[in-house]
């Protein structure tokens, strides 16, 4: 069974820092793109960043490129998300979502964490 | 990042028939086709159809998807309470390297 498990939300003041984790199980981790997706308080879905099997390819929605940093560590099956200077419009529930097989494009976000909240407020 | 265009809500009795549409451009649905996913109140997105058309294992048969053009659908036959939820589509843009998400539609069902 997939499961995808995140963890480091929080609240933090604009401008502060977080590090999201998304733990992994029930599939082969390295095979996969691996994405992040945030919902905003009552609003729509809005792709975050999405890295490669490898995680030599990340790819980054324009509206946090430059201080939001995605990576993973395939010997841990761990994605992360590292969020620097933060600004009060990034306040969402940040879900990890398994993505297509690596390399191929096949597939979708076919398997969703239960998200994380990031709250920044002063 | 550009997004899809979806209806804001759709309202339907119990057991009728309610479709919902998801437009984009040749980049994106008209491209690879569209992905359904559902979200209730308080839960993850869920899956329910890949952007082929295709079910995932255990999504109901009353849902159905398909494509003309840059228009995505998603028919939900028979109508239950259980259907009552946010539905959002989701597709890869080849020309920004992204996913786009639909706005989402409000499925009510009286």
């Known amino acids: 069974e997939v499961q995808l498990l995140e963890s480091g939300g929080g609240l933090v003041q604009p401008g502060g820092s977080l590090r999201l984790s998304c733990a992994a199980s029930?599939?082969?981790?390295?095979?996969?793109?691996m994405t992040w997706v945030r919902q905003a308080p009552g609003k729509g879905l809005e792709w975050v960043s999405d890295i490669n099997g490898g995680g030599t390819a990340p790819s980054y929605a324009d509206s946090v490129k430059g201080r939001l940093t995605i990576s993973r560590d395939n010997s841990k099956n761990t994605l992360y998300l590292q969020m620097n200077s933060l600004r009060a419009e990034d306040t969402a529930l940040y879900y990890c979502a398994k993505g297509p097989l690596s390399g191929t494009g096949i597939g979708d976000l076919d398997y969703w964490g239960q998200g994380t909240l990031v709250t920044v407020s002063s | 990042q550009a997004g899809l265009t979806q209806p804001p809500s759709v309202s339907k009795g119990l057991r009728q028939t309610a479709t919902l549409t998801c437009t984009g451009n040749?980049?994106?649905?008209?491209?690879?086709?569209a992905a359904w996913l559902q979200q209730r109140q308080g839960h993850p997105p869920k899956l329910l159809s890949y952007r082929n058309d295709d079910r995932p294992s255990g999504i109901s048969e009353r849902l159905s998807a398909s494509r003309s053009g840059n228009t995505a659908s998603l028919t939900i036959t028979g109508l239950q309470p259980e259907d009552e939820a946010d539905y959002y589509c989701s597709a890869w843009d080849s020309s920004l390297s992204a996913w786009v998400f639909g706005g989402g539609t409000k499925l009510t069902v009286l």
């Open positions: 040749s980049n994106n649905v008209g491209n690879q086709g």
């Open positions: 029930g599939f082969i981790f390295s095979n996969y793109i």
